[in-house]
């Protein structure tokens, strides 16, 4: 049976567009003899017409990616924009590395473990960024005698 006129005057009875005009598919005969804009209104207060739901755009797959994206994923080379020293400048990793450093230096100078001109030989080579970390410092002590083994 064709039903299109019955959906297209339900659609602008309903306010709403023909894909979303359901027809109870047990009452396709009687709305088939509905042919007045008050024979469809009548089907509509009746329940044989019925206006679907609008569909929405699903926010699943935005959730499961929030829910990644907390858990520290997605962060790989491909997702980055700019430069390294766009996302940690490179004087706030200049400052991570020197503080700790100039801390150390100065813990070993005031316990005695090393010598005034030793710390300052030492300060001066990590001013000019030779040490990495503080390990790197401790081993380079080490390695040229200035720190015990058991240090």
Known sequence: MNLKNQRRIAAEILGCGINRVWIDPNRIEDIADAIT?????????????????KRGISRARARYRAGQKEKGRRRGPGS???????????????????????RTLKELRDEGKISKSVYREFYMKAKGGMFKSKTHLITHLKMEGHLKEGN
């Open 37 to 53: 804009r008050a024979d469809i209104r009548t089907a509509i207060d009746s329940g044989a017409i019925v206006a679907l739901p």
């Open 80 to 102: 980055r924009k700019g430069a390294a020293g766009a996302r940690t400048p490179e004087k706030r990793q200049w400052i991570q590395t020197i503080r700790p450093i100039r």
